[in-house]
């Protein structure tokens, strides 16, 4: 139980488009997820939280404008790059915090997708 | 505001040996603190967690840590080192009303035989 996954695993895209990931939550709903950015060697940084049916709150020195969030429904969010540049590129991580009651899930913790890699060239 | 500090970006040890990954925490309330590990381009797993209830926590693969009040620290432990256990390791503590995590920068732990 508890699986989140990542797609796509891996992106290459070119500088100026932009790109979009999901982050669904296979077997739980999750009123709530977060997206993390992790440079090589580095730790994760909170970039967003994003709250079903409601504006995403972004960490201070984030651009919303450019990291647009999307929590349409219980197990999907959507994280879109948009304009990418090669600065960009990392290591992005989504978690999913579990609603309240469902069974043997604690809605304390956070469940983390696979990642996904993007290079911007 | 509430912070993690991890002692040593890396850590190495031979198998067999024990393993020590140092965290120390600050917090003005009662913390909930977390041991994540992750190996290369893969997301994060959950080691263990500490919820202000039994003080010494067992997790997965043979690992615990001790949350000790009076030294701020939550130190994740594991007897016999194994060549699997290599691996980028996180502690994190909870903030807010929304869970969020704050994460320590990680200790990468190379095990040799």
């Known amino acids: 139980g508890a699986v989140v996954s990542q797609h796509p695993s891996w992106v290459i895209c070119k500088s100026g488009t932009s790109v979009k990931i999901e982050c669904r939550s296979l077997?739980?709903?999750?009123?709530?997820m977060f997206w993390y950015r992790q440079f090589p060697k580095q730790s994760l940084m909170l970039m967003a939280t994003?709250?079903?049916?409601?504006?995403?709150?972004?960490e201070q020195g984030v651009e919303k404008d450019k990291f647009l969030i999307n929590h349409a429904s219980l197990t999907l969010s959507t994280l879109t790059v948009t304009s990418a540049h090669p600065e960009d590129s990392s290591f992005y991580i989504c978690?999913?915090?579990?609603?309240?009651?469902?069974?043997?899930?604690?809605?304390?913790?956070?469940?983390f997708g696979p990642g996904t890699r993007l290079t911007v060239t | 505001a509430q912070s993690v500090t991890q002692l040593g970006s890396h850590v190495s040890v031979s198998e067999g040996a024990l393993v020590l990954l140092r965290c120390n925490y600050s917090?003005?309330?009662?913390?909930?603190l977390f041991w994540y590990v992750q190996y290369p381009n893969q997301g994060l797993q959950l080691l263990l967690k500490?919820?202000?209830?039994?003080?010494l926590v067992k997790g997965i693969n043979g690992f615990e840590a001790e949350f000790k009040k009076s030294e701020t620290s939550f130190h994740l432990t594991k007897p016999s080192a194994h060549m699997s256990d290599a691996a980028e390791y996180f502690c994190?503590?909870?903030?807010?009303?929304?869970?969020?995590?704050?994460f320590g920068a990680g200790t990468r732990l190379a095990v040799h035989p």
């Open positions: 978690s999913a915090r579990p609603s309240p009651g469902q069974d043997f899930l604690s809605s304390y913790e956070q469940y």
């Open positions: 077997d739980f709903q999750a009123t709530t």
């Open positions: 994003s709250n079903e049916g409601s504006k995403a709150t972004y």
């Open positions: 917090s003005s309330v009662p913390p909930y």
């Open positions: 500490y919820t202000s209830a039994a003080t």
């Open positions: 994190a503590v909870r903030i807010g009303g929304y869970n969020k995590l704050i």
